[in-house]
């Protein structure tokens, strides 16, 4: 199995993205667009979820050296900014879950992550950990779960 999973980001002005046709010249020709699409390449991870005081806690293991380190870098450089879950199956995205409501913090371990997000507040922690059930659901039932900072994800994979 490959450690690395390759992904197309849209950008707000592409084709797929935007949902319209393509733009033709008069001259019949398509009007010009990108040579290439929005490419990201993220490490493949055993990603595994566990409720904690507050919250819970995405635990992001690597396959090797080199995805544990493309892992870390991704985070040092995204971290600082809104945490997601996404999780697809067979292409399509069954569940999202935002963790806009509380604190995420990134440590980094020996084989990769630990993302842990918390709340003070009863409420938003109670919303915590129903996002790490349904996304552990997700993953112990074959989805593949992508973890994002920014919506731009830092790993990907099962549980």
Known sequence: MSSVVLTERFSIGSHHASGSAPAWQASGLPAASPAAGNWCV???????????????????????????????????????????????????????????????????????????????????CACLQACCEACSKCCENGCCCYVCFNGTPVCCGTC
């Open 42 to 124: 993220v490490p493949r991870c055993k990603v595994e979820f566990e409720k904690c005081t507050g919250g819970f806690k995405m635990h992001c293991r690597a396959e090797d050296e080199l995805s544990c380190a493309t892992l870390q870098n991704l985070c040092r450089m995204l971290a600082d900014g809104l945490c997601s879950c996404c999780c697809t199956q067979n292409g399509i995205q069954c569940c999202n879950c935002s963790f806009a409501n509380c604190n995420c913090k990134c440590e980094y371990t020996k084989d990769g992550c630990c993302i842990t997000c918390t709340s003070g507040d009863k409420h938003a």
